[in-house]
């Protein structure tokens, strides 16, 4: 599909306060993320696990702490064990990563509304 162009040769965007609404919000979000290079995809959790020793605490309690991080590698599900003394900065690299996902998910949907608001303005329009 071609796209018609300005008199400065730039494409042409759709109009309106809704276009300019989204493109703000594309933009703010494009300029906030530079992709940080220590992000992590999935999602931490505590669980409590028994090592099956009859006189450990466990037995009878909550069981032991577990921290785990569990994420998709190669299309297959992968869970981590990560030491109690990183679980605070794998969670805020974690939310880190959610953030950026949702980011970018916010900018593509953006585009596509762009895109469909362009294409219903220049419907029945001669280039």
Known sequence: M???????GLVD???GQLAAALRRRKHELADRFAIPHDLLAGSLSLSHTRCGKTSCHCAEGEGHPVWQL???LDGKK???????EWAE???RRVQAGKEFKDAVAEVCAANARLLGLWR??????RR
Do not use: L, Y
């Open 2 to 8: 071609s796209r018609s162009t300005n008199k400065f």
């Open 13 to 15: 965007q759709p109009k």
């Open 70 to 72: 569990t994420f998709m």
């Open 78 to 84: 992968r869970v981590e064990k990560i030491p109690p």
């Open 89 to 91: 900065d794998v969670g």
């Open 120 to 125: 219903q303005q220049t419907k029945g329009r």
